[in-house]
């Protein structure tokens, strides 16, 4: 290949011809244009009439000038020039380590990264080198083999949400010998890089391909005086840039959806911004992670743990009345002790259970109503947590005596008892270290915690099992019981110091936040967590996405805290007991670092000027200037007349149109179409990428519309096809889905947009087109397509249509739904388990509403599918017995789009008797 | 010998021809409402005129009985005087009349032969007596007559440009030329000057085709009649076309001056134009089929 500059040339010989243009100059100069006969009558008056000498009888030279430029693209065109020819003769024949940093920071680039790698190992394997790959963040022993095997692995190959770690562990699996390296970076410093960096210099040259988008991060979210604040950090510190931060949760319907969405400016030269939110506590605790949109990797995402909710505590005591006592008050240090991060409930009993308190704590309560302990009990069931504290009024009472209360964990004793008082023996108690399966296992116990007086635990054979927290003479302080879903858990002492001073100590904030009382808005530190063991419940992989953890191992709690995300550790969310902790990419301090390298490195950017070949577009050229000069002969030559002009210029223009519009052309409804389709009813299908499928589904919408234009009193408009990323999807009573096996998968947004519209009463007709052989099962590419397809979207439990359907009754009599294919089995919304067939009635009194999904693989479409002059489009079955079947086709459409405008009308009791009588029953 | 074969072949094809160039013919003379025809004056003829006085002379036979019995006076039943008058039409058969310049317009030929056939037509309905020039066809009546015509009028002729035929004409008939006389110039004259000589008047319509009068020709051409006898080659038509121009309106010029001289009408038509125009244009110059005496 020979090189000029940034074009290089396959074929350099070729460009000799060039020297031959100047003598096609002057041969093509000196021939005039061929003459055109013309029949002429009045010829008789032409003899004799002679050209004036200064008549031209060359080509002109413009003409000239086409020509030449037509041969010499021609020419140049087949030697082959390529734009930005890769560069192969510097390369070296020794083996080649290709290590990839392989952390989240080159998430965002990963398709890029992967191309990069290709292009490097074609590269090598043009050369016949030995290339090994090496993972940086999850290193294993690099193994030289040919640059084919590896390409192969590289589909496999993904981010770590970790970044590596020891250098000592990477330098470990090096391999023996010298080796060139090329290094991936991800622009990310970390601390191993230096290390790595000489450890590698010593086998070999390194180089390193390094592209230079700016990364940016989420730290922890926090919660400071009603605001969420989310901090987006940035490894560079360049010009001032905007974020975009979605707060992504659930819907009340347990849909994944965006609750809201704040902007984070990065102002110049800074590094951190942060976005602060202000959101209603219901919202708050529904958010589950904060994530950079559009950035795809796992240091964009960050995790929303315990710390955003807001616990509503009920606090109830049993001895109000006594004003200006604050420091006796039952619930005093409970206050203080809730109040900074839990929202508390104060009022009567029967006023805060119905606003559902996660908590209840009653202070020294001894009797409740029955209606009020079956109403407590109820909502422990659901899984609240009822808080008892002993006192006076508890010792003093029956309550739990002789048997055990159903609000009490335990059976007392009558009196309780009192130590270390004046009028007692023995000295105050204190309390003994927590056991292994007490949720308190791992808090310190202070010395000065002194317990005075107490109510005592009827010893029982299971009481052991309630006991959580006992005194250094194992008596028992705290006592708890499961309940359904919730507990109910006693302190044997008060709320207030009268009998202890346990309230006074810290340990009496950290029990509370250990019950999942409370819960601190800051990040715990290791300390807190010690003793715990927290079992993954979700974690994140490097591209940011959540997968469930399965049966991961736990890691303790401190190492939860402190140690650096690897791969014993992935990003994710964490529970221990009631509690759940998320462990992110970044720490709440964490800075970015853009890594810089020795000036004896070579680097360079990921996204070298690719290769382009331009002998194609040369020789369009080419044949583009011979078109033109076509026209322009014709022109001269006075032939291109009247209608072969207009041919021309049309012909012209097309071919500009084509040529200009082809690519990213596509059908976008424009929004006067959606004032149409809102003006009327219009069906609509799902455009999924096959030209054919989308045109056969549109001809099938048309041939539906018609029968239900000439049967009906539905007149639908001409159907749409819909884009379902652009386009809005509230106009459309129903939505045909055919499934194609290569149509792409919707975005994040239109899922939102597909759940809102089948929750708001749309109804989508999935179209496997594949007869149902498969049963749904995934063995055919349709029905696998369709499962992945429809995993997202809010359907609810489905059966085949039953007999009694609404369906099969809604404007004809049908009892099976054929399309193209027959037999196939169709799929609804399942009737509710309680449906019952009443005596005397044909059918049951189903579904009270329209099914949000139906599913078949019929091939409806192609059925009902008719051209413009209304003729069937395609054959379907044979026969007079085939159009019997296209007809039951249109019913089943007729019926379905009825289904979909009048819902469960004809389901109604009123239609009964007309219907049994037209049953003939 | 014709095989009777060959005979019924050939006379398919010719009537296959005939009645869409009768059917247009007649379609044509259909819009033009005949004029009056009598002669305003008595003579022989069908139509009643006047009575007068019964004269000497008069043959007892001529006394209209009815209109004298009421009366003493005897009278006589005049009528008007009726005359046919001979047209005879020269349409031009030549190679070169075959000639349209695009697929819309008809050819020059088609044009003339129907214009000459609907003249025929009205002629023959006014009571003329109407046949060509020449030995061929002599002026009859009759719609017969048409027919013949029609067929003769379905004869092409081979040279490019055919000389007017002048022989036979009948003294004080009147004529009926139609032709492009893109031809020798001589033989129109040689043609008038006879028809002149013998007290014969009539028209003499130019039919033109559009491209003849716009020359809309450009580069390098080569012009060659219809016939294919005649060529002229040129390396840039659009320069000729102002002198084409010239000689196009000098052959026009020397037209209306040879008509204007041997008393006849000068009428050009143009194959873009309606065949209605043509024929209005024809029939008012035949003054309405009128002989002036």
């Known amino acids: ?921 | 010998m014709i095989t009777p074969l060959a005979l019924r072949e050939k006379a398919e094809t010719q009537a296959a021809r005939l009645p869409a160039l009768l059917a247009r013919a007649e379609q044509l003379a259909g819009a033009v409402l005949l004029g009056e025809h009598g002669r305003r004056r008595a003579g022989m003829g069908d139509d009643f005129w006047q009575y007068r006085p019964a004269q000497i002379g008069d043959s007892r036979r001529l006394i209209d009985h009815r209109r004298s019995a009421m009366g003493d006076v005897q009278f006589v039943r005049e009528r008007e005087w009726q005359i046919a008058q001979s047209v005879m039409l020269w349409v031009d058969q030549g190679a070169a009349m075959r000639f349209a310049s695009t697929n819309d317009l008809p050819t020059k030929a088609e044009r003339a032969r129907v214009l000459g056939l609907a003249t025929a037509i009205l002629l023959i309905r006014g009571g003329e007596r109407v046949g060509l020039t020449g030995t061929r066809l002599p002026p009859r009546r009759g719609n017969a007559q048409v027919l013949r015509l029609a067929e003769m009028f379905t004869e092409d002729a081979e040279h490019d440009y055919e000389p007017p035929e002048h022989r036979a004409m009948i003294p004080h008939a009147r004529a009926v030329f139609i032709s492009d006389f893109m031809g020798n110039i001589d033989d129109v004259k040689t043609a008038l000057t006879k028809a002149a000589d013998r007290g014969v008047r009539g028209v003499l319509l130019h039919v033109l085709d559009p491209a003849e009068e716009a020359f809309p020709f450009r580069g390098r051409t080569i012009f060659e009649s219809v016939g294919g006898t005649l060529e002229h080659e040129t390396l840039k038509a659009s320069e000729l076309k102002d002198r084409y121009l010239e000689r196009l309106a000098e052959r026009k010029a020397e037209l209306q001056h040879l008509c204007s001289v041997a008393g006849w009408q000068y009428g050009l038509h143009h194959t873009d134009h309606t065949a209605q125009s043509g024929l209005l244009w024809l029939w008012r110059a035949l003054d309405g089929g009128r002989a002036r005496t």
């Open chain 1, 1 to 921: 290949m020979m090189v000029f500059g940034p074009i290089g040339f396959a074929a350099p010989w070729l460009l000799v011809a060039l020297i031959a243009l100047p003598i096609l100059w002057l041969i093509l100069r000196a021939i005039p244009p061929a003459p055109i006969r013309q029949r002429f009558p009045g010829v008789a008056l032409l003899l004799g009439l002679q050209d004036d000498e200064s008549v031209s009888d060359r080509t002109p030279w413009w003409l000239l000038l086409i020509r030449m430029l037509a041969v010499a693209a021609m020419i140049i065109g087949l030697a082959g020039p390529v734009l930005n020819p890769e560069d192969d003769g510097t390369a070296g024949d020794g083996p080649l380590l290709v290590a990839i940093d392989g952390s989240w920071a080159g998430a965002a680039r990963w398709p890029r990264l992967v191309e990069a790698l290709d292009a490097e190992l074609r590269r090598a394997g043009a050369n016949g080198r030995q290339v090994a790959l090496l993972d940086l963040a999850d290193p294993e022993q690099p193994v030289f083999r040919a640059a084919n095997a590896l390409s192969a692995t590289l589909p496999g190959l993904a981010p770590s949400p970790w970044q590596p770690a020891d250098a000592a562990d990477i330098v470990a699996v090096l391999p023996e010998g010298s080796f060139e390296t090329v290094w991936f970076s991800d622009a990310l410093d970390y601390p191993a890089r230096t290390d790595l960096l000489s450890a590698l210099q010593a086998r070999g040259p390194v180089r390193v391909v390094q592209s230079a988008t700016a990364i940016t991060a989420l730290t922890p979210a926090t919660y400071a005086d009603g605001l969420v604040e989310v901090t987006a950090v940035r490894a560079d510190d360049g010009p001032e840039r905007t974020v975009s931060i979605l707060a992504q949760g659930r819907d009340p319907a347990g849909n994944a959806t965006i609750l809201a969405r704040a902007n984070a400016v990065f102002d110049t030269g800074a590094t951190t911004a942060t976005a602060s939110l202000s959101l209603p506590a219901e919202l708050r605790a529904r958010v589950t992670r904060f994530e950079i949109a559009n950035a795809r990797s796992a240091g964009a995402v960050t995790l929303v743990d315990d710390s955003l909710r807001r616990r509503e505590i009920a606090l109830i005591a049993g001895r109000e009345g006594r004003e200006g006592l604050e420091l006796l008050s039952p619930l005093h240090y409970l206050e203080r002790a809730l109040a900074p991060n839990a929202d508390l409930l104060r009022g009567a009993l029967t006023d805060v259970l119905p606003a559902n308190p996660d908590v209840i704590v009653l202070a020294d309560v001894a009797t409740l109503s029955d209606g009020e302990t079956e109403a407590i009990l109820d909502w422990v069931d659901q899984g609240g947590l009822l808080l008892r504290f002993a006192g006076p009024r508890v010792a003093a009472s029956d309550i739990s005596r002789s048997e055990q209360d159903p609000l009490m964990p335990v059976r007392l004793r009558a009196g309780g008892r009192s130590v270390g008082g004046a009028m007692s023996w023995g000295s105050p108690k204190t309390l003994a270290p927590f056991r292994e399966n007490s949720p308190f296992f791992g808090l310190s116990v202070p010395e000065d915690v002194a317990i005075t007086a107490q109510v005592m635990a009827q010893p029982d054979p299971t009481l052991a099992e309630s006991v959580i927290a006992e005194l250094s003479d194992g008596t028992p302080l705290v006592t708890r019981k499961r309940e359904g879903q919730g507990q109910i858990v006693l302190f044997h002492v008060t709320a207030n110091a009268e009998w202890s001073s346990l309230p006074l100590s810290g340990l009496f904030v950290e029990m509370l936040e250990r019950l999942a009382v409370s819960a601190t808005t800051s990040s715990p530190e290791a300390g807190d967590l010690e003793g715990t063991i927290w079992t993954p419940e979700v974690v994140m992989d490097g591209f940011g996405a959540l997968r469930d953890a399965g049966a991961m191992p736990g890691v303790p709690g401190p190492a939860l805290v402190s140690d650096p995300t690897g791969p014993n550790l992935l990003p994710g969310v964490y529970v221990s007991g009631d509690r759940a902790l998320a462990r992110n990419v970044l720490t709440t301090d964490a800075t970015l670092q853009t890594a810089t390298w020795p000036a004896d490195v070579p680097v360079s950017g990921l996204t070298a000027a690719p290769e382009r070949p331009l002998g194609g577009m040369l020789l369009a050229a080419a044949i583009g200037l011979l078109l033109l000069d076509v026209l322009a002969s014709l022109a001269l030559s006075g032939r291109l007349t009247g209608r072969v002009r207009a041919t021309a210029a049309a012909l012209i223009g097309a071919a500009m149109l084509v040529g200009f519009t082809a690519p990213g052309a596509q059908a976008q409804n424009e929004p006067a179409d959606e004032v149409a389709a809102a003006a009327e009813v219009v069906l609509a299908h799902v455009v999924t990428g096959n030209r054919e499928v989308d045109e056969v589904a549109q001809a099938g919408l048309r041939g539906l519309s018609d029968t239900l234009f000439f049967r009906t009193s539905v007149e639908p408009a001409t159907p749409f096809a819909v884009d379902l990323e652009t386009d809005e999807l509230a106009f459309f009573p129903i939505l045909y889905w055919p499934i194609t096996p290569d149509q792409p998968r919707p975005s994040q947004e239109a899922y939102v947009k597909l759940n809102d519209y089948l929750r708001s009463g749309g109804l989508i007709l999935f179209d496997t087109r594949d007869g149902d052989v498969a049963g749904f099962g995934a063995s055919t590419p349709n029905g696998r397509k369709l499962q992945d397809l429809a995993a997202p979207l809010d359907i609810p439990a489905l059966e085949p249509v039953p007999r009694d359907h609404v369906l099969t009754r809604t404007f004809y009599l049908l009892q099976d739904f054929p399309g193209r294919h027959q037999n196939g089995e169709v799929w609804v919304e399942a009737a509710p388990p309680g449906a019952e067939q009443v005596e005397g009635m044909p059918f049951r009194n189903l579904n009270d509403g329209v099914t949000p999904v139906v599913i078949g693989g019929n091939d409806w479409a192609s059925a009902w599918a008719v051209t413009s002059s209304g003729q069937a489009m395609l054959p379907v079955g044979r026969g007079f017995g085939g159009e019997r079947q296209r007809e039951l086709a249109y019913r089943f459409g007729v019926n379905l789009v009825m289904h979909v405008l009048t819902g469960n009308y004809k389901s109604d009791q009123v239609h009964v008797p007309a219907l049994l009588d037209r049953l003939g029953q």
